[in-house]
């Protein structure tokens, strides 16, 4: 590696692919490196300058938007149904005390307490977890589950309530959920090649969910019908004004129910 190629953290998750898969091909020529992990190690690796810029949860983004800016015109997000960010529960959700958190995307902890945390009592007992959903539920009596191994969680829902938060945020505010953005520093100088390789990057991906549902199948354990499904209905890959009003909306409720400190300005790169 040399020293001038530009670090580009992306999660790894199924919801990303349309976007890696394409950059991971397409960055060496606009002079970055990709890093991959989850969006924890991802937003970790960035606030400690070890990335140039990365993919991360929005609610990272907006803790530190004074020294981020927004890489334009791309987020992963959702309206609606997202399937991925679901919590299941062994009885009724006014009955939970002691809830497994899946933290590999803060975003998701910060959406449940803004949807549900009034409802439990303080004495509650919160607590992280391996993202294995049926330790989770055999030490709980709820669990938040993202990503990849949610896609799987069906076979866990027969006696239980789930609820999938992206829906939930829809209902309640009428708004699209943005899950993750691209996160700039401002110390990062970005020439023209990184951002129109991003752009390219969506575009191919988007024009080609079919084939790449078709080889990311298997390796997800879904049918390519279900997979193409996920990544074409309930996936927005888009940062346009639909998904910045929802950003901004989420953003306000943070700091209203004091998940925030402060109302950083968004700004873009």
């Known amino acids: ?73 791309v987020s992963i997000a959702s309206r609606g149904v997202v399937g991925t960010v679901l919590l299941i529960c062994n009885k009724p959700v006014k009955q939970v005390r002691t809830l497994a958190l899946d933290e590999r995307s803060r975003t998701s902890v910060a959406l449940l307490m803004l949807l549900l945390g009034e409802v439990w009592p303080s004495e509650t007992i919160v607590r992280p ?58 110390e990062t100088v970005l020439d023209s090649r990184i951002r129109e390789t991003v752009k390219e990057a969506k575009r191919q991906g988007k024009t080609n969910l079919s084939l790449l549902a078709k080889s990311l199948a298997p390796e997800h354990n879904l049918s390519e019908k279900a997979c193409e499904t996920y990544l074409r209905e309930n996936i927005i890959y888009d940062l346009g004004e639909e998904e910045l009003e929802g950003l901004v909306h989420f953003r306000d409720l943070c700091v209203e129910k004091g998940l925030l400190k402060i109302k950083h300005p968004i700004r873009f790169s």
């Open 1 to 73: 590696m040399t020293q001038d190629l530009i670090r580009f953290g992306f999660h790894d998750f199924l919801n990303a692919q349309p976007l890696l898969v394409p950059l991971k091909r397409l960055a060496s020529q606009a002079g970055c490196e990709m890093v991959v992990g989850s969006p924890a190690e991802i937003a970790d690796q960035l606030a400690q300058g070890s990335l140039d810029l990365g993919m991360i949860p929005s609610i990272e983004f907006l803790k530190s938007a004074d020294r981020y800016e927004l890489l334009p015109a």
């Open 129 to 186: 977890a391996e993202p294995d959903i049926e330790t989770m539920l055999k030490e709980n009596d709820a669990a938040l589950i993202i990503g990849d191994q949610a896609l799987h969680a069906k076979k866990y829902s027969q006696g239980r309530t789930v609820f999938d938060l992206s829906q939930a945020w829809y209902e309640q505010t009428g708004k699209t959920f943005v899950h993750a953005v691209v996160a700039v520093p401002q």
